[in-house]
């Protein structure tokens, strides 16, 4: 008799099978990452599903600071377009004026309605003189929108081609190191918000030097069938840099750190109001017919400054982007922008929560009655919870995008407020909880945005 054979583990037979399960059932797992076998919870991303923590959410959050991570937001909405009037067209769409934009570089739009408040914001690359790519989440809808049916018509063409690229991001201190070792060319003499084409074993991709940690690092652009070989092929390569894979948990917790203001989690796209405005009823039924419900995706708020999405539409001017605001050319909003460009009222800070306070909120699970949860590290992108913001009895704006920073050990969060309060040192109240709820009263210290330091422009060493 044949002595019994032992199974060998294989693990890329493992992943395979576990690759083959989910996409028999059709789950929608993101394309560009390899799955993770060993990854239990997931977390919705747009249109798929991410893996919620990898090493755990409080290791992925000391990643950027101290070592590098490796994020995929290649789900996020994408849009190209081409033709002589293709910049022309940007620039109404915009607040921004680019004169001197070049092929190689990138920029940071922001798309605004009439009366001045963001309707979406995203990042554009040109890639030639009359080529560009543009990617956001509503921010790409209204692009498309404006396109098909805005005020004024271009010499360009669109194509949505949201699945054709991925869009991964190396963030964190070693960062260059790793892809200066990983690829054949290296990232040595990228500037900031510049871009140039890089290889992996001779496979092509875009690497801009860009990023939402507030660190030196790179957003990755390529064909989206080869996202899985670069991804993998760059996991490997930074074993030795401490590299972590960034989840779900603790995508955003960087956003609050480094002072990104994000739509649906910080504010809400200005879709809403006036409601006497024919082109927003139009746009909002326009979104919904091509799958992106405004309703559903991005305007839910909570908290105790209110549910009407309207309280959290913002200008420019309130969520750090007044300098992006160029009145020098006509686009969406200029008279309503410019009517405020020269005094304000609000400015986004960063507020510095008690922290007594802020544990007796959890303390309160273990008595009768409880306060309203607090979610850590933060809650996920989908509804906006407001917080008001008060001195002494006066409201003075609210908090947002409440967040455990475990690098700092400190519960911070963002805020809008009056510009008159918002000097660093200036202690505030913070009311937490949604109305119904048991609310409780929270001691905070504003403090500039970003609260950690910019170090995204550092030179490469």
Not at 21 to 28: D, I, L, N, S
Not at 106 to 132: R, S, T, W, Y
Not at 274 to 283: G, V
Not at 308 to 332: A, Q, R
Request: hydrophobic share 40%.
């Amino acid at each position: 008799m044949s002595p019994p054979t032992t199974q060998v583990p294989n693990e890329s037979a493992d992943r395979r099978w576990f690759e083959d399960g989910h996409e028999k059932h059709h789950v929608p797992l993101a394309p560009a990452v390899p799955i993770d076998p060993t990854v239990n919870t997931w977390s919705r991303f747009g249109p798929t599903f991410e893996a919620y923590e990898y090493s755990g959410w409080i290791d992925e959050s000391i990643s950027w600071k101290t070592d590098c991570y490796i994020g995929d937001w290649s789900p996020l909405l994408k849009a190209r377009v081409k033709g002589p009037e293709a910049q022309a067209f940007f620039e109404f769409i915009s607040t921004n004026r680019w004169p001197n934009f070049k092929p190689g570089q990138a920029k940071h739009a922001i798309f605004c309605q009439d009366n001045g408040c963001v309707v979406g914001e995203g990042l554009v690359l040109m890639l030639a003189k009359d080529d560009f790519i543009f990617t956001s989440g509503p921010g790409t809808v209204w692009l498309a929108y404006q396109f098909q049916f805005g005020r004024k018509k271009f010499d360009a063409t669109l194509e949505l081609v949201t699945d054709d690229w991925f869009l991964l991001q190396v963030q964190g201190p070693r960062s260059a190191k790793l892809l200066n070792e990983v690829t054949a060319e290296g990232v040595q003499d990228i500037e900031f918000m510049h871009y140039k084409e890089l290889s992996i074993d001779g496979t092509k991709f875009l690497c801009l030097r860009q990023g939402v940690s507030g660190e030196l690092g790179f957003e990755l652009w390529g064909p989206a069938e080869d996202a899985r070989k670069i991804y993998s092929s760059i996991v490997d390569a930074g074993k030795p840099h401490n590299l972590r894979q960034l989840g779900a948990r603790t995508k955003m917790v960087n956003h609050v750190e480094a002072a990104f203001a994000t739509p649906g989690a910080d504010f809400i796209p200005a879709v809403h109001a006036p409601s006497s405005n024919k082109e927003l009823a139009e746009f909002r039924r326009y979104a919904k017919s091509i799958g992106f419900d405004f309703d559903l995706h991005v305007s839910k708020a909570s908290g105790s400054y209110g549910t009407d999405p309207v309280l959290y539409h913002n200008t420019p001017f309130d969520l750090n982007w007044g300098w992006l605001v160029n009145l020098n050319h006509d686009f969406i909003g200029r008279d309503a922008l410019a009517k405020l460009k020269a005094d304000p009222p609000q400015k986004l800070v960063t507020l510095v929560w008690n922290k007594d306070d802020v544990a007796d909120v959890f303390a309160s699970l273990f008595r009768p009655e409880s306060y309203e949860y607090m979610e850590m590290p933060r809650n996920l992108l989908g509804n906006v919870v407001g917080s008001s913001v008060s001195v002494g009895s006066q409201t003075v704006g609210y908090a947002v995008s409440r967040c455990y920073s475990y690098w700092f050990k400190e519960m911070i969060s963002l805020g809008i407020i009056l510009k008159e309060h918002s000097s660093p040192g200036t202690a505030v109240s913070v009311r937490w909880g949604s109305e119904g709820s048991k609310q409780k009263i929270i001691k905070a210290i504003v403090q500039p945005a970003p609260y950690k330091e910019d170090k995204r422009r550092w030179k490469i060493e």
